[in-house]
């Protein structure tokens, strides 16, 4: 399994370049753990965060499924993709 962790103030250039490794994951069959870790103050806004963590994973033009629904941990989000 495959970890990609994304910070909440992601930059847009950033989130193509994760999301195209994610991509090159999936296409070798590997599983993907994406994870947003959020810092500080920035827990307090989970429902932003959980926004900014679903735009992300639109990014993602791979055909792939979801094992595992995104989850909330005291820590940020989480998900597990798979081709």
């Given at each position: 399994?495959?970890?990609?962790?994304?910070?909440?103030?992601?930059?847009?250039?950033?989130?193509?370049?994760?999301?195209?490794?994610?991509?090159?994951?999936?296409?070798?069959?590997?599983?993907?753990?994406?994870?947003?870790?959020l810092k500080?103050?920035?827990?307090?806004?989970k429902?932003?965060?959980?926004e900014?963590?679903?735009?992300?994973?639109?990014k993602?033009?791979?055909?792939h499924?979801?094992?595992?629904?995104?989850?909330?941990?005291?820590?940020?989000?989480?998900?597990?993709?798979?081709?």
């Amino acid at each position: 399994m495959k970890i990609i962790k994304i910070g909440l103030s992601i930059s847009e250039h950033d989130a193509k370049i994760k999301a195209k490794k994610i991509e090159e994951f999936l296409k070798e069959g590997d599983k993907v753990k994406v994870e947003i870790f959020l810092k500080g103050r920035e827990r307090a806004n989970k429902d932003f965060a959980k926004e900014k963590f679903e735009s992300f994973l639109s990014k993602i033009e791979e055909e792939h499924k979801i094992d595992q629904p995104i989850k909330s941990l005291p820590s940020g989000f989480t998900i597990i993709l798979s081709k």
